[in-house]
T-cell receptor, first 113, second 111 residues
Framework: DAGITQSPRHKVTETGTPVTLRCHQT?????MYWYRQDPGHGLRLIHY???????DKGEVSDGYSVSRSKTEDFLLTLESATSSQTSVYFC????????????FGPGTRLTVT | RKEVEQDPGPFNVPEGATVAFNCTYS??????FFWYRQDCRKEPKLLMS???SGNEDGRFTAQLNRASQYISLLIRDSKLSDSATYLC????????????FGRGTSLIVHP
């Protein structure tokens, strides 16, 4: 299995609070991605990174920001969490840019009350 | 047509059966496709890549039909452990590099 960890694995937070999710990889892959998965939807890309300090928006980026200061870490921040951001968040990595095989972390289950 | 469509199922089959799922896509320029397997409350895991006419790996065969714009996944001799949701992934259209995941097809293999 690819060396990808996510923290925290579960989080419950209140509306309006900031939340940061962390993705850490040990594969030295250049590309990293944040997705959310909700019932009735496929995985949807939030943001992705194609190198240190290089990021771009995905399909559902409103309300989210990201940062990548090191190859191995990709942070996802919800500046002011809303109930609509209750979801399961997956980080993924790939050696090459899309379209290519991606490897996913175990996910973070976030509940915003 | 939506960018990627999958029959959500569930497909309920006995052990040993052969089962096939389709995934239709709208971007006729797509060159590569992927099938992922996702177990309940787990992360998706890459099952197969489909870059040209098809791909085979043991009991699993993925095929691409460019004329009708769909990919298929065939599972032979189904095992209980094949029970999962199968996601297809298609590169997005319009030159975007945002991949589009299907909503998945649920497979239940029973004794």
């Amino acid at each position: 299995d690819a060396g990808i960890t996510q923290s925290p694995r579960h989080k419950v937070t209140e509306t309006g609070t900031p939340v940061t999710l962390r993705c850490h990889q040990t594969e030295n892959h250049r590309y990293m991605y944040w997705y959310r998965q909700d019932p009735g939807h496929g995985l949807r890309l939030i943001h992705y990174s194609y190198g240190v300090k290089d990021t771009d928006k995905g399909e559902v980026s409103d309300g989210y920001s990201v940062s990548r200061s090191k190859t191995e870490d990709f942070l996802l921040t919800l500046e002011s969490a809303t109930s609509s951001q209750t979801s399961v968040y997956f980080c993924a990595i790939s050696e090459l840019g899309i379209p290519t095989e991606q490897y996913f972390g175990p996910g973070t289950r976030l509940t915003v009350t | 047509r939506k960018e990627v469509e999958q029959d959500p199922g569930p497909f309920n089959v006995p052990e040993g059966a052969t089962v096939a799922f389709n995934c239709t896509y709208s971007n006729s320029a797509s060159q590569s496709f992927f099938w992922y397997r996702q177990d309940c409350r787990k992360e998706p895991k890459l099952l197969m890549s489909v870059y040209s006419s098809g791909n085979e790996d043991g009991r699993f065969t993925a095929q691409l039909n460019r004329a009708s714009q769909y990919i298929s996944l065939l599972i032979r001799d189904s095992k209980l452990s094949d029970s999962a949701t199968y996601l297809c992934v298609v590169p997005a259209s319009g030159g975007s590099y945002i991949p589009t995941f299907g909503r998945g097809t649920s497979l239940i293999v029973h004794p």
